[in-house]
């Protein structure tokens, strides 16, 4: 496919065509339906696009009789060259779903980069197998294994802060753990594969279990009224619910000093942790800056 081929369409139609390979590529299938409630077009336009699409970029999507819809074609190739963010964005937040351009900022800013980003096939892959609700086959290099091969099954993305996890069911531990996306190579959709009750992520007591976070300003450092005004708290306290899988995440990511006696010093604890106590059980909690368990406290 040429660019001039591209060109020649509409904006418009540009942005449905790229809205149709995100939702193939990353959910694994596409039904008319998906286009007429996403641009407000009618039944007979959907159609346009995607057979527009599947002329400009043949063997990207297969029509499946059985499920009535368009699947991923084994020969795919993308014809939009998404970044990573965009795509986590689409992902995780469900806009800008739009063809990638250039836009004018309306006021000059400045976002800090990330210094890692998920390979797209790979983020694809899994993002598949969270959608279609099936195991996959992955080649998992970690500092303290090394290279292993796993099945694993996917229920949902986190995002730390710093890089992008997979939270999933891994069968050569028998638990749910969290997989660092960039760490993953080769991975295979085991479509034939049964996912077993104990391996479904209503089953990960560290996912559905909610902990309740109270953050005061750090007793130890000044101005405790402009720490309230940065965090918008409400009678000096920030309450928080999270998952237990991710509290430690969020604890390290604002340097909320998580010690019983606030007894972490530097600037860059503005907050702390009033109720560590609600922390126990919580796996992830030893990432919470200065965290002891009850035992150790």
């Known amino acids: ?23 193939v590529r990353f959910i694994g299938d596409i039904r008319r339906q998906d286009l007429v409630s996403r641009f407000g077009i009618q039944s007979a336009a959907a159609t346009r696009d ?46 800008g779903d739009g063809e990638p351009s250039q836009l004018k900022a309306w006021v000059t800013s400045e976002i ?15 993002t598949r197998a969270i959608h279609q609700e099936c195991p996959v086959r992955v080649e998992y290099h970690s500092i303290s294994s090394g290279q292993t091969e796993r099945q694993i099954v996917p229920f949902a993305l ?15 531990s028998q638990e749910f753990r969290d997989f660092v996306i960039t760490r993953i190579k080769r991975p295979a959709l085991l479509r034939d594969e049964e996912v077993q009750a104990h391996e479904r992520g209503d089953q990960d007591i560290q996912w559905t279990r909610i902990v309740e976070l109270e953050l005061i300003p750090h007793p130890d450092q000044p101005r ?62 030893v990432l919470a800056p200065g965290y002891r368990s009850p035992d150790q406290a």
Not at 6 to 15: A, F, K, N, S, V
Not at 158 to 172: M, Q
Request: net charge neutral.
């Open 224 to 285: 405790s009224e402009v720490t309230e005004m940065d965090y918008g708290m409400r009678d000096g306290v920030l309450r928080m619910k999270l998952r237990a899988a991710t509290a430690g995440y969020i604890l390290r990511k604002w340097s909320v000093d998580s010690s019983p006696d606030h007894s972490l010093r530097g600037p860059e604890y503005r907050l702390w942790l009033k109720n560590p106590l609600a922390l126990y059980g919580v796996r992830n909690a």
């Open 50 to 95: 995607l057979a527009i699409y599947k002329e400009l970029a043949p063997g990207n999507i297969d029509y499946d009789t059985k499920a009535k819809c368009y699947v991923l074609g084994e020969d795919f190739k993308p014809l939009f060259d998404f970044p990573p963010e965009r795509v986590l964005s689409w992902l995780t937040q469900g806009f």
């Open 158 to 172: 986190i995002d730390n802060g710093l890089r992008w996890h997979v939270r999933a069911f891994d069968r050569k």
């Open 112 to 126: 800090p980069s990330r210094l890692t980003h998920p390979d797209l096939d790979v983020l694809a892959c899994v």
């Open 1 to 23: 496919m040429s660019d001039a081929q591209l060109d020649d369409l509409t904006q418009p139609q540009r942005d449905r065509l790229a809205f149709v390979e995100l939702r």
